[in-house]
């Protein structure tokens, strides 16, 4: 096997597969994470515990770009639960709570998705580095993807909208 995977780094894998699938869930269900949801909860649960555990892997032997970028996702994972708080924000608010959870479930997978093609098939992976056209590639339909999916919540939050603005 040319990537063997650590005790840690399996453990990390099953762990990181829990907000990947909440996320998925909640996308599916809710058209959106939604943090009041169980599996918006779980998604939030799984997320910290992916990143946590991130830190203890290293093929460069210390914090790597894998690490920042789950840094990244959890912080704009809780940005967008503090979003809704933030008066100041008005309209913005719910637009902004969307785009920090979504952006957090692609943040998560940027990682695994280069992972998963320098280490799969074992025998012969699909490419021999992040820097691969192939895993480039991905990486970019993934962020089309993203594009996609955001552009499409912000649709539906605002055909949701009442038309006439409330008074308080």
Request: glycine share 10%; no cysteine; net charge positive.
């Amino acid at each position: 096997m040319p990537n063997p995977i650590s005790l840690l780094g399996a453990a990390h894998t099953v762990i990181s597969l829990v907000p990947v699938v909440a996320g998925l869930y909640g996308f599916a269900r809710y058209r959106a994470i939604v943090p009041a949801a169980r599996s918006g909860r779980v998604y939030l649960a799984g997320l910290v515990l992916s990143v946590l555990t991130s830190f203890g892997l290293s093929s460069s032997g210390g914090f790597n770009p894998g690490h920042a970028l789950g840094i990244l996702a959890l912080l704009a994972a809780f940005g967008s639960l503090l979003a809704f708080r933030l008066q100041f924000l008005g309209w913005l608010r719910p637009y902004l709570a969307v785009f920090g959870l979504s952006f957090s479930f692609f943040l998560t997978l940027v990682p695994g998705i280069t992972e998963t093609l320098t280490r799969l098939p074992a025998a012969s992976p699909l490419a021999d580095g992040p820097e691969s056209v192939v895993v480039r590639f991905v990486l970019l339909a993934w962020a089309a993807i993203f594009v996609v999916g955001f552009a499409l919540q912000v649709w539906m939050a605002r055909s949701r909208r009442p038309s006439a603005p409330e008074h308080s």
